[in-house]
């Protein structure tokens, strides 16, 4: 019998989320630790679908998923090949509503194993067309940032409508993230902001546009490796965050927690309200203090890891 593995793994934005939506830059990095698979195998008859979200066939998936039978459908009519029945099997390390692209990793797994299945290559461009299908469900309106990133091995610099380059990283830093443990909706966060546009659009523009500058000032900080002032930005952009409305109380209580044990810099992550912090830490004994101080008070959850230099 036939079988096929996809994979993705999550990501993380290191600074620029919701200004990313309205066209500013966004800096976001792969975050390899948590992955998702799907494992294809031929089924009797429809599609079914098997995974901690739901489980069942696709015709009768719950509404908030319906993004993803769709993703399914349009992806199995691209290949044009016939079939008799599918199981797709999914398995994911990636809480959901954490900030981490979970959607859009388990759409990037599911479309790069129908793809092997039926033995058909596979174009960048292909996939994040088909990939974009469940995130605009998921997300309403979505600057792309999660697909991009979910997609790439490196941390990408991402400009909505103009696509991706690279980042040059001169000195290795290590991100502590802590997970408050609860999901956030990136969606109606989005949503939040646009409604804070209408209504106080002066105040809520500034936000916008300082965590723009902070992006740029970052990609500077990076490329020096001057790590003192990333996490200055950080914290700024975090300001900002907050004045937006898209941190909380939770995500505050931890990022304090970060700050006071040593981190350069520390902020939400994602959609915000509720969802994941990342922290900065120079290196891995730094790191370790944080994530111990965060695991003791509060924190559901931390993984640290190291990013690299970029050759
Ligand atoms: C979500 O990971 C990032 C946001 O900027 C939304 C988006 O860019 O689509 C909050």
Redesign the pocket.
């Known amino acids: 019998r036939n079988r096929a593995i996809g994979k993705a793994h999550s990501?993380l934005?290191l600074i620029?989320?919701?200004?990313?939506?309205y066209g500013h830059p966004?800096i976001a990095l792969p975050f390899p630790t948590l992955t998702v698979t799907c494992a294809i195998e031929e089924a009797d008859s429809g599609i079914h679908l098997d995974s901690k979200l739901y489980s069942g066939p696709i015709d009768q998936i719950p509404k908030r998923l319906k993004g993803l039978a769709i993703c399914i459908h349009k992806t199995i009519q691209e290949i044009g090949k016939h079939h008799n029945g599918l199981l797709l099997k999914i398995e994911s390390m990636i809480p959901i509503g954490r900030?981490l692209?979970s959607s859009a990793a388990i759409a990037v797994a599911i479309v790069r194993s129908l793809f092997q299945y039926f033995n058909c290559e596979l174009s960048d461009e292909k996939l994040r067309e088909l990939v974009n299908i469940a995130?605009i469900y998921a997300?309403g309106?979505?600057?792309?940032?999660?697909m991009e990133s979910v997609c790439c091995d490196e941390p990408i610099w991402f400009e909505?409508g103009k696509g991706i380059a690279s980042v040059a990283i001169r000195s290795s830093f290590y991100l502590v993230v802590a997970d408050t443990g609860r999901a956030g909706d990136?969606r109606s966060?989005?949503g939040s902001i646009k409604h804070k546009l209408d209504k106080s659009p002066i105040q809520t523009k500034q936000s916008i546009d300082r965590i723009g500058q902070y992006t740029l000032d970052a990609r500077n900080a990076l490329i020096q490796g001057n790590l003192v002032q990333l996490g200055l930005l950080l914290n700024l952009a975090q300001t900002e965050l907050e004045k937006l409305g898209?941190s909380d109380h939770g995500i505050n209580h931890l990022v304090n927690i970060a700050r006071n044990a040593g981190a350069l810099g520390a902020k939400l992550?994602?959609?915000?309200r509720g969802g994941c912090i990342i922290a900065l830490a120079e290196n891995c004994v730094q790191a370790r203090e944080i994530s111990e101080q965060l695991n003791q008070n509060g924190a559901k959850r931390t993984w640290s890891f190291k990013v690299e230099e970029t050759q």
């Not at 309106?141 to 999660?146: E, F, L, V």
């Open positions: 990501k934005i620029g989320e919701h200004a990313v939506v966004a900030g692209g995130e997300h309106n979505p600057s792309g940032i999660d909505r990136t966060a989005v898209v992550t994602g959609g915000g």
